[in-house]
Antibody, heavy 122, light 107 residues
Framework: QVHLVESGGGVVQPGRSLRLSCAAS????????MLWVRQAPGKGLEWVAI????????YYADSVKGRFTISRDNSKNTLFLQMSGLRAEDAALYYCAKRVSPGGTSALVGSWGQGTLVTVSS | EIVLTQSPGTLSLSPGERATLSCRATQIIDNNYLAWYQHKPGQAPGLLISDASIRATGIPDRFSGSVSGTDFTLTISRLEPEDFAVYYCQQYGWAPYTFGQGTKLEI
């Protein structure tokens, strides 16, 4: 059974950095593209970033490009999101998500974690 | 960037009724790479439909998806109490992988 557990959320001041992690289990992590999707309070879902199974290809939403970096450690079955220059509008529940099938680079999500909450406040 | 506009924002119906949710794209989505997700409070979202009309594993056949040009529709033929949730469409073929703003289906 697929299990995705996010961690690293918390309260951070504007302009500071935070690193989110997602521990994956129950599937062959190194075969799947992985994503981060966020949901601001009272708002809808927003795709943030995606990384290919081998970590070579990475794409970002314009809203986070240049500030956030997605990465992965396939030896540890872990996905990361390094967030810097945080803004009030980055406050959200951040979901780690797994592509529905191995290979490919489309962002069709088959499994989601429960999310980790990021609050940006001075 | 493909913008997805969902309507209505909120849909108020009763169990047993038929629900029709709309998602309009600003341009043709190649290969109909459009998905529908269901999101209930306190839970992670779940995939309902991919490729505009293919039900995900385990999704009951009261859920169906269709497409006409840039207009995508999710239909729930007979609402069950557990179907009341927020529904999102998403285009997943090319970055940026946009979501619609959601339709809240309420009793």
């Amino acid at each position: 059974q697929v299990h995705l557990v996010e961690s690293g959320g918390g309260v951070v001041q504007p302009g500071r950095s935070l690193r989110l992690s997602c521990a994956a289990s129950g599937f062959t992590f190194s075969s799947y593209a992985m994503l981060w999707v966020r949901q601001a309070p009272g708002k809808g879902l927003e795709w943030v970033a995606i990384i290919s199974s081998d970590g070579v290809n990475r794409y970002y939403a314009d809203s986070v490009k240049g500030r956030f970096t997605i990465s992965r450690d396939n030896s540890k079955n872990t996905l990361f999101l390094q967030m810097s220059g945080l803004r009030a509008e980055d406050a959200a529940l951040y979901y780690c998500a797994k592509r529905v099938s191995p290979g490919g680079t489309s962002a069709l999500v088959g499994s989601w974690g429960q999310g980790t909450l990021v609050t940006v406040s001075s | 960037e493909i913008v997805l506009t969902q309507s209505p924002g909120t849909l108020s119906l009763s169990p047993g009724e038929r629900a029709t949710l709309s998602c309009r794209a600003t341009q043709i989505i190649d290969n109909n790479y459009l998905a529908w997700y269901q999101h209930k409070p306190g839970q992670a979202p779940g995939l309902l439909i991919s490729d505009a009309s293919i039900r995900a594993t385990g999704i009951p056949d009261r859920f169906s998806g269709s497409v006409s040009g840039t207009d995508f529709t999710l239909t729930i033929s007979r609402l069950e109490p557990e179907d009341f949730a927020v529904y999102y469409c998403q285009q997943y073929g090319w970055a940026p992988y946009t979501f619609g703003q959601g339709t809240k289906l309420e009793i």
